[in-house]
């Protein structure tokens, strides 16, 4: 079975400053990692993915996570962020042997201040 | 825009009607599914489907039925729902076997 932590429900930030959201995972077997986004009254979409290969996995509008086995953390940060980039961010976990159930932590809310 | 489309956006409905959730996506994905998200909580699996065929159930109430008309679509069919049935849900579709998932806007249901 798999579980994520999300450690911050809320993470408040002024305009160009940087952030990290933190999420931790826990499992038997290896998984795929992955970070959704969500706007206001919008679906989740997807922002940056870990499969394999490189840690260091990097998003179009400037995200990026590194996956750490050793630690098992999947950390989101952005070194500027901006005021559209406040929404609530979703880690997530899916077994690398197929199925589909992916398990979300509980979420955490970005929210960038002027 | 997104590339799952859901229909209603919203949805008024008393607890003695029926209605139908719709959803569409013309990616080629073979795997569809529905959530349910309640306000600030992560989305909730309740249903999916691989090649057209009910794979999982997450032991969703009867008063939710889903259906599968062909590899592009994917409807709810809601009936004698309750209040705490209120809440945003989501279609989303993904290639078998690969995970990403790629999630509709939702439609947000309202039982009164």
């Known amino acids: 079975a798999q579980s994520v932590t999300q450690l911050d429900s809320q993470v408040p930030v002024f305009e160009e400053a940087p952030v990290e959201l933190r999420c931790n995972y826990s499992s038997s077997v290896s998984v795929y990692l992955f970070w959704y986004v969500q706007y206001p009254n919008q679906g989740l979409q997807l922002l940056l993915k870990y499969l394999s290969g490189s840690t260091l996995v990097e998003s179009i509008n400037g995200f990026e996570a590194e996956f750490n086995k050793s630690q098992t953390s999947f950390h989101l940060r952005k070194p500027s962020v901006h005021i559209s980039d406040t929404a609530e961010y979703f880690c997530a976990v899916s077994p690398n042997t197929g199925g589909f159930k992916t398990i979300f932590g509980a979420g955490t809310r970005l929210f960038v201040k002027a | 825009d997104t590339e799952v489309t859901q229909t209603p956006k919203h949805l008024v409905m008393g607890m003695t009607n029926k209605k139908s959730l719709k959803c569409e996506q013309h990616?080629?994905?073979?795997?569809m599914y529905w959530y349910k998200q309640k306000a600030k909580k992560p989305p909730e699996l309740m249903f999916v489907y691989s090649y057209e065929k009910l794979s999982i159930n997450e032991s969703v109430p009867s008063r939710f039925s889903p259906e599968c008309p062909n590899s592009s679509l994917l409807n709810l069919h809601l009936h004698a729902l309750q209040p705490e049935d209120s809440a945003l849900y989501l279609c989303?579709?993904?290639?078998?076997?690969?995970?990403?998932?790629?999630f509709g806007n939702g439609t947000r249901l309202t039982v009164t």
């Open positions: 990616m080629g994905h073979r795997a």
């Open positions: 989303a579709s993904s290639q078998v076997g690969d995970s990403p998932l790629h």
